[in-house]
């Protein structure tokens, strides 16, 4: 088989706070293959953003990577790469986008002169008339209207669709083979929505970029994932192939969650909820967090850590019940 | 962009006419004409003399509205001190001192040149101090630079300006003699010498405010987004502070200076009074102590025109440094 | 005459004012997390304050005394004159020398003569003869009115002309707009003396002309802030709902504002003081402040050997007042800061 593209295991990003250690994410492990589209689902608060943020080496003060965290990116153990080798790698290997692209872009610098800067930090080699060119045509292709006269506009000037393609542009200018989108669609009205997935799809099978897409959004996966990992309280809970994790998912949450969309001809009938609400990092159970909301849990639930359980063609729960049944069957 | 400029002009020139007003009542409403007359000639003086000395100064006439025998049609109003007061400081005829009689209007230009000497320096000088001091600090934030930076800052901040004075002049005047206590000789090979100790008590008496305010700027700056975005592109932290923090900093960082011009005036009061510098604050501290109002009244007014003019500058500064005003 | 028995009727009234304060304080969760807060960060600045505090306050309790208790002091027309608890401590009329004397000497300065209180003078004597550390403590009340009685003026005029102003917009807001700008165009200093200059120099003058020049900067403020308030969503709908405007400004928009008053009052506090010091300078101070014992003391520093004690008594004084009130101040916008709030929660 070959190696995987990017390989995450057991990463711990946590915040001191007095003298404990605060976990947002515990023990992750993932993997995502080259020209792979993996989606880590979650709701707000899961840990997924720090998850990415830390494959880039970015994450915030006071927050740090836990000890015993290892990322490893073609081969390279990212997480002891110097900071001269890491940057390097940034906007080169490894690209990201983020949720709002008006914050996102430096407002008093035109939107041209920010993707070209990418150019001028990872190859200097290229003149900047080339730079231009290169900018320009990619602008071209992400579906911007006029976009030599777009060149010389700043971020205020453009629609957040427009905006969104030029962080795009931006992220996908030195064709990385890595790009981590963080809920890219989010800001957006719907149908602009439709348009940027549909601009990541083809962009995603032109250049072969891996993408780690985050969201919330199951509609979004649906889209464009080829798999899927949702993620809960920092830890993951299932991981399986697109149709697999929409169509038989076995974990208890990744069932709420499927259970919990609207359905157009479901008419009169209340909208089932899941009861409870996320943890605060640090609080509710330690054993599987999902526990204290879990319609089937029992004895082991709230505090042994549940095993990961195989279940075949790359579809894993991570979950006591599943394990289990898979162990009665 | 030019229907900006008009309109902002013209409320400038409104302001001015309402500081005229404002300086009206002051020294014309509530200070008696008589008082003023016999704190110059003595309180000895005669009412002839008074009455002489008043028609002299221009305080001879009733303050809003002038009926008295032989005034007809518009002079009712021209005729009167109010009208004399605006007419007379818009066209710059700012007249005699009330203390000695001396043109103002001479005085004032002899002493820019030495005031501005002064100033220009200690204002440039005080802002490099401050934005390379606030950077280098924003950069090490959070570390122990920081925070001994801060608590100097914050030390210098609680000094009154008078004590630096005070201090400066014994400690470097007196005890290591490296610079002359006061005085003042336009000479340009030894100026610097009469200059250097009132610029370096002034830019050490400013810099604590203005460096935490500039650090505050910084940093609150590179928690923004888009300085996220940068660092996800590759670019390094002091490239992360020069070319993106530093150009959004900028505005904010713009009203602070236009907030110091009228300091440059008054600031500038002090230590032109305390080292014997012939310029336009020292112009006013005299005035001040001699009881002469006319000479003061036209400072205030020329402080007041410094400071609108100042203001109007600014305003289109931001059309060019931000451009999401300059193209809305 | 009457004076004294306003500021003792003052004394009182502030310190009830104090205690309703505290139980207001006590009574809001917010509050009093605020000020359990600030007690950990700064204990020391607040502890420093507390104690000039005390001293003004026990400057500001004055009373006569009756003749025959007197009648063994020299000087019978000081005597006759009301006379605070510092007074009475001190004993200035007394309690002095002929002139200068360096702290905790025997002899007099320049004249060498034993002195009446040898090694009492902690700070030494000045020109006079009188006490420093007494006038450095006199000078507390007058600092403390300075900032104090001026703030408290200034606060509650520059407040309701910004939340005019701000939330009634429109022609009030062009009036109180265009008369802010005008006399913020007017440099502050030269605007100060000119008052002076025109209402006289008695303590309570100065405290107008202080009050005319500071209430500018905080009414802008006021009114930026009131402006934002006004567009939020909970002011819309309360709008809807039909309260009334002097509802919605009594209970949304103004304790919106407290955090701003009490970080503006800190600020305004230190510059005022120090803003005393320089009319001092112009001759245009009031009786009896540190900045009048710092002017006094500026030739006396040339001479040889220098006199160093009246300036440092009165410099210590100043620079431990205003970086206390200072320290508070950014303790306490570091504490009322949305932002940090939110993350200390």
């Not at chain 3, 002195?115 to 020109?127: E, K």
Request: net charge neutral; glycine share 8%.
């Amino acid at each position: 088989m070959t190696r995987p593209l990017l390989e995450i295991s057991r990463l711990g990003v946590e915040v001191p706070i007095h003298d404990r250690r605060i976990p947002i994410v515990e023990d992750l492990s993932l993997m995502i293959s080259a020209g792979e589209v993996l989606a880590l689902v979650g709701e707000s608060g899961c840990g997924k953003s720090m998850t990415a943020l830390a494959i880039m080496r970015l994450v915030p003060k006071p927050l740090r990577i836990a000890s015993g965290s290892e990322i490893t990116f073609d081969g390279r153990p990212l997480l002891e790469l110097s900071v001269p080798e890491m940057r390097a790698m940034r906007g080169d290997s490894i690209s990201m986008i983020f949720q709002d692209p008006m914050s996102s872009l430096n407002p008093v610098r035109t939107v041209g002169d920010q993707v070209t800067e990418v150019i001028a930090l990872h190859d200097h080699r290229v003149s900047r008339a080339e730079a231009r060119k290169r900018t320009i045509a990619l602008f071209e292709r992400t579906g911007i209207p006029e976009p030599a006269a777009r060149y010389d506009a700043y971020p205020h000037q453009l629609s957040g669709g427009l905006k969104q393609r030029v962080m795009i542009a931006m992220a996908l200018i030195m064709q990385p083979r890595l790009l981590i989108a963080d809920e890219p669609t989010t800001a957006l009205d719907v149908t602009v929505q439709a348009q940027i997935l549909e601009l990541l799809r083809e962009l995603q099978r032109e250049f072969q970029t891996a993408i780690l897409l985050i969201t919330h959004d199951l509609g979004v996966v649906n889209e464009l994932a080829d798999r899927v990992a949702v993620m809960y309280g920092g830890r993951i809970a299932e991981e399986a192939e697109r149709v697999d994790l929409l169509t038989t998912s076995r974990h208890p949450y990744t069932k709420g969650l499927l259970a919990s969309i609207p359905h157009v001809d479901r008419r009169h009938a209340d909208l089932t909820e899941i009861p409870g609400v996320v943890p605060v990092p640090g609080e509710g159970p330690m054993g599987c967090r999902f526990a204290t909301r879990c319609p089937i849990a029992f004895a082991p639930c709230q505090d042994e850590r549940p095993p990961a359980v195989d279940l075949g063609s790359n579809h894993c729960a991570w979950c006591h019940a599943v394990a289990k049944e898979v162990a009665a069957s | 962009m030019l229907a900006y400029l008009v309109r902002r002009i013209s409320y400038g020139a409104l302001t001015v006419l309402g500081v005229l007003f404002l300086l009206f009542i002051l020294f014309f409403a509530i200070t008696n004409p008589d008082d003023i007359a016999r704190k110059a000639l003595g309180e000895k003086a005669g009412p002839d003399v008074i009455a002489q000395w008043k028609t002299n100064h221009g305080y001879d006439r009733p303050l809003l509205f002038n009926n008295r025998t032989g005034v007809s049609g518009l002079a009712h109003l021209t005729d009167t001190l109010l009208f004399e007061h605006y007419r007379r400081m818009l066209t710059f005829d700012f007249g005699r001192s009330d203390a000695d009689d001396a043109p103002i209007a001479q005085r004032i230009l002899e002493g820019a040149g030495p005031s501005l000497s002064l100033t220009v320096p200690l204002f440039v000088l005080g802002l490099i101090v401050g934005v390379t001091l606030a950077l280098f600090v924003a950069f090490f934030r959070e570390t122990y630079i920081d925070w001994i930076v801060l608590v100097g800052c914050m030390l210098a901040m609680s000094v009154a300006i008078l004590l630096y004075i005070i201090g400066g002049q014994y400690l470097i005047g007196m005890q290591l003699k490296w610079f002359p206590i006061s005085g003042y000789d336009p000479n340009p090979a030894v100026v610097a010498r009469f200059l250097a100790l009132p610029v370096l008590v002034g830019v050490v008496s400013g810099f604590g405010a203005d460096t935490r305010f500039y650090r505050t700027v910084f940093v609150e700056e590179t928690g923004k987004d888009y300085v996220r975005t940068a660092r996800a592109k590759g670019c390094g932290e002091i490239r992360v502070m020069v070319r993106h923090v530093l150009r959004n900093a900028l505005i904010p960082i713009l009203t602070n200076i236009v907030m110091a011009i009228p300091f440059l005036f008054t600031g500038a009061l002090l230590l032109e009074s305390f080292f014997g510098i012939p310029g336009l604050g020292s112009l006013t501290v005299e005035a001040i102590q001699g009881n002469d109002f006319s000479t003061l009244r036209t400072m205030v007014y020329i402080g007041a025109l410094a400071f609108i003019i100042g203001q109007i500058l600014t305003d289109i500064s931001y059309t060019v440094a931000d451009p999401r005003i300059r193209l809305s | 005459m009457v004076g004294y028995i306003i500021s003792n009727i003052a004394v009182v009234a502030l310190l009830i004012g104090f205690v309703v304060v505290a139980r207001a304080i006590r009574s809001s969760r917010m509050w009093s997390d605020a000020a359990r807060n600030l007690w950990r960060r700064r204990p020391f600045a607040i502890v420093f304050v507390g104690v000039f505090v005390v001293i003004a306050l026990l400057d500001s309790v004055a009373w006569i005394s009756a003749p025959a208790a007197m009648a063994g002091v020299g000087d019978q027309v000081a005597a006759s004159k009301p006379r605070s608890i510092i007074d009475r401590l001190f004993a200035p009329e007394t309690f002095r020398e002929t002139s200068y004397s360096a702290p905790l000497a025997d002899l007099g300065f320049y004249d060498k003569q034993r002195l009446s209180y040898p090694g009492a003078h902690l700070l030494g004597t000045d020109i006079l003869g009188n006490d420093v550390l007494y006038r450095t403590f006199k000078g507390v009340r007058v600092a403390l009115l300075i900032g104090g009685l001026t703030s408290l003026i200034v606060i509650p005029i520059a407040l309701a002309f910004g939340i005019s102003a701000g939330y009634f917009g429109g022609r009030i807001d062009d009036g109180v707009f265009f008369v802010m700008t005008v006399l913020a165009s007017v440099p502050s200093l030269l605007l100060l003396i000119a008052l002076i200059m025109v209402l006289g120099t008695g303590t309570l003058q100065v405290c107008v002309a202080l009050g005319v020049t500071s209430w500018v900067s905080f009414c802008r403020i006021t009114r930026g802030e009131t402006l934002k308030i006004r567009e939020a969503e909970y002011i819309q709908s309360a709008k809807a709902l039909g309260v009334s405007d002097w509802r919605i400004i009594q209970r949304h928009v103004l304790p919106n504002l407290i955090h701003l008053v009490v970080i503006t009052f800190a600020l305004l506090f230190t510059g005022l003081v120090l803003s005393e010091t320089i009319l001092s300078y112009l001759g245009v101070g009031v009786q009896g402040s540190w900045g009048q014992m710092i002017d006094q003391a500026r030739d006396e520093l040339s001479r040889t050997p220098v006199i160093w004690w009246n300036i440092a008594g009165a410099s210590v004084a100043l620079f431990t007042l205003v970086l206390c009130v200072n320290l508070i101040a950014d303790a306490l916008r570091d504490i009322t800061d949305p932002r940090t709030r939110r993350e200390q929660s």
